[in-house]
């Protein structure tokens, strides 16, 4: 059984020129595109159609199975036809386009949820449209579900915030703290099982940590426990281990060693929801890379295109080399700057041509820097060389014997290898084939 252990050798420059900038809302945009897949899970399924008129906080798509999301209206329009959009992975969605009133009109039936016991707390998070806003999107409803098994026994809430330039969880944190205590209050209340909760952050974040230290001062339930700003400390089982000691076995969950991991800014809107009755329909969301102009922290309808917020936020100084969602160590790169944010976005990092160019690859020179590096202590360049052989069964037996699936795609072999080599890449085709591999044997 291969155990996991954050070796924390993997040490990145910060840029965190934005932890100091509350989120600025920005004005409405003239249109936004909802796509309904914006989570793990199932799409939704829309409920509105072409020419209806809808309201901020009104649901636009239901959930279409236990592993998905509703979606709400992030601005008050006119719904327009029904289209697909291509995501940054190749994947075609339904999504929803929504003109603009400029208004921003509230719809009339937002109102908080009754809440009473687990239950209706996890029928609260289903109604409110939360997901993992860490980026993982994986539905809250679902993974408060685990709840009532009752072997949780602690909640780590992730506020390490690993990733360079990245920030909107550090503002959360800071400025939304009353609401994250409400939400934690909740959990304890209807969750009797869990005993402890830990904050786990990053220590190039004093001022969160102490506002958590300072809101929490009262419970001694509550740990807030400072973490070496190390990457990729907020990976989930990288997070556990160093968090509580536990160890996430292979091919286990963390509720298999009874824990609960939850990011700081999903808490926090879960917490809104509950207070106010507004469902998920904006995101706080960091703008900088070394192409930004004005790096800040933006609060967004969820939908907005991204040269819309990159516009807001005063638009760039120098050409642009490329363009992610997300942080530069896992963020996708995209297309094209009229996609839309969606509930997973935390973060548009715009890097200029210098910051884009991808080294020259060189061959292997066998430094085992990229093993080394690997917070899960894998080969990385096993994978590499599996994918080179020509026979199949050869290639799935050697991914399989170095535990491709253990890879959680953190970019750390890439961003160490000195010959260059698109390891992490390699990595997600690796990946991709041997999923491939096991569906075939669950059709057989």
């Given at each position: 059984?291969?155990?996991?252990?954050?070796?924390?050798?993997?040490?990145?420059?910060?840029?965190?020129?934005?932890?100091?900038?509350?989120?600025?809302?920005?004005?409405?945009?003239?249109?936004?595109?909802?796509?309904?897949?914006?989570?793990?899970?199932?799409?939704?399924?829309a409920?509105?159609?072409?020419?209806?008129?809808?309201?901020?906080?009104?649901?636009?798509?239901?959930?279409?199975?236990y592993?998905?999301?509703?979606?709400?209206?992030?601005?008050?329009?006119?719904?327009?036809?029904?289209?697909?959009?291509?995501?940054?992975?190749?994947?075609?969605?339904?999504?929803?386009?929504?003109?603009?009133?400029?208004?921003?009109?509230?719809?009339?039936?937002?109102?908080?949820?009754?809440?009473?016991?687990?239950?209706?707390?996890?029928?609260?998070?289903?109604?409110?449209?939360?997901?993992?806003?860490?980026?993982?999107?994986?539905?809250?409803?679902?993974?408060?579900?685990?709840?009532?098994?009752?072997?949780?026994?602690?909640?780590?809430?992730?506020?390490?915030?690993?990733?360079?330039?990245?920030?909107?969880?550090?503002?959360?944190?800071?400025?939304?703290?009353?609401?994250?205590?409400?939400?934690?209050?909740?959990?304890?209340?209807?969750?009797?099982?869990?005993?402890?909760?830990?904050f786990?952050?990053?220590?190039?974040?004093?001022?969160?940590?102490?506002?958590?230290?300072?809101?929490?001062?009262?419970?001694?339930?509550?740990?807030?426990k400072?973490?070496h700003?190390?990457?990729?400390?907020?990976?989930?089982?990288?997070?556990?281990?160093?968090?509580?000691?536990?160890?996430?076995?292979?091919?286990?969950?963390?509720?298999?060693?009874?824990?609960?991991?939850m990011n700081?800014?999903?808490?926090?809107?879960?917490?809104?929801?509950?207070?106010?009755?507004?469902?998920?329909?904006?995101?706080?969301i960091?703008?900088?890379?070394?192409?930004?102009?004005?790096?800040?922290?933006?609060?967004?309808?969820?939908?907005?295109?991204?040269?819309?917020?990159i516009?807001?936020?005063?638009?760039?100084?120098?050409?642009?080399?490329?363009?992610?969602?997300?942080?530069?160590?896992?963020?996708?790169?995209?297309?094209?700057?009229?996609?839309?944010?969606?509930?997973?976005?935390?973060?548009?990092?715009?890097?200029?041509?210098?910051?884009?160019?991808?080294?020259?690859?060189?061959?292997?020179?066998?430094?085992?820097?990229?093993?080394?590096?690997?917070p899960?202590?894998?080969?990385?360049d096993?994978?590499?060389?599996?994918?080179?052989?020509?026979?199949k069964?050869?290639?799935?037996?050697?991914?399989?014997?170095?535990?491709?699936?253990?890879?959680?795609?953190?970019?750390?072999?890439?961003?160490?290898?000195?010959?260059g080599?698109?390891?992490?890449?390699?990595?997600?085709?690796?990946?991709?084939?041997?999923?491939?591999?096991?569906?075939?044997?669950?059709?057989?």
């Amino acid at each position: 059984m291969l155990a996991f252990r954050f070796l924390g050798k993997t040490h990145l420059p910060h840029n965190k020129n934005t932890s100091m900038l509350s989120a600025v809302e920005m004005p409405p945009p003239a249109e936004v595109l909802i796509p309904l897949l914006q989570h793990i899970g199932a799409p939704a399924e829309a409920i509105v159609k072409n020419g209806d008129y809808v309201k901020v906080g009104q649901k636009i798509a239901e959930a279409s199975g236990y592993v998905s999301s509703p979606i709400y209206a992030s601005v008050s329009g006119t719904v327009g036809k029904p289209e697909e959009y291509l995501r940054a992975d190749g994947r075609k969605v339904p999504a929803i386009r929504i003109v603009s009133d400029g208004e921003m009109a509230l719809f009339e039936e937002i109102a908080p949820p009754t809440v009473s016991d687990l239950d209706s707390l996890i029928l609260a998070a289903r109604e409110s449209g939360v997901v993992g806003l860490g980026g993982a999107g994986f539905p809250l409803s679902v993974k408060l579900d685990a709840l009532k098994k009752g072997n949780i026994d602690t909640v780590v809430f992730n506020g390490a915030e690993c990733e360079p330039y990245i920030t909107s969880d550090t503002r959360t944190m800071i400025d939304q703290a009353d609401r994250i205590k409400y939400g934690l209050e909740l959990i304890e209340k209807y969750a009797p099982t869990v005993k402890k909760f830990i904050f786990g952050i990053e220590k190039n974040k004093p001022e969160a940590i102490a506002k958590m230290r300072q809101i929490f001062s009262g419970s001694d339930k509550v740990t807030v426990k400072p973490l070496h700003p190390r990457y990729p400390q907020g990976a989930e089982k990288v997070l556990i281990f160093n968090t509580t000691g536990r160890t996430v076995p292979e091919g286990k969950l963390p509720a298999d060693v009874g824990v609960l991991v939850m990011n700081v800014s999903t808490l926090a809107a879960f917490a809104e929801y509950c207070e106010s009755g507004m469902p998920l329909v904006s995101r706080n969301i960091t703008l900088d890379g070394g192409a930004v102009a004005k790096p800040m922290n933006i609060k967004a309808p969820i939908g907005t295109a991204i040269h819309d917020i990159i516009e807001f936020g005063g638009g760039t100084k120098e050409n642009v080399g490329k363009i992610l969602l997300g942080g530069p160590m896992m963020g996708s790169a995209v297309y094209s700057s009229d996609e839309p944010v969606t509930k997973t976005t935390g973060a548009i990092t715009v890097l200029g041509i210098k910051e884009s160019l991808q080294p020259t690859e060189s061959p292997c020179i066998r430094c085992g820097r990229c093993a080394e590096s690997c917070p899960h202590n894998l080969i990385p360049d096993s994978f590499s060389k599996a994918l080179e052989l020509d026979n199949k069964e050869e290639r799935i037996n050697l991914l399989e014997k170095n535990k491709i699936m253990l890879c959680m795609e953190c970019g750390c072999c890439s961003y160490v290898c000195p010959a260059g080599r698109p390891l992490v890449q390699n990595n997600k085709l690796a990946k991709a084939e041997y999923r491939a591999h096991l569906a075939s044997l669950k059709d057989k």
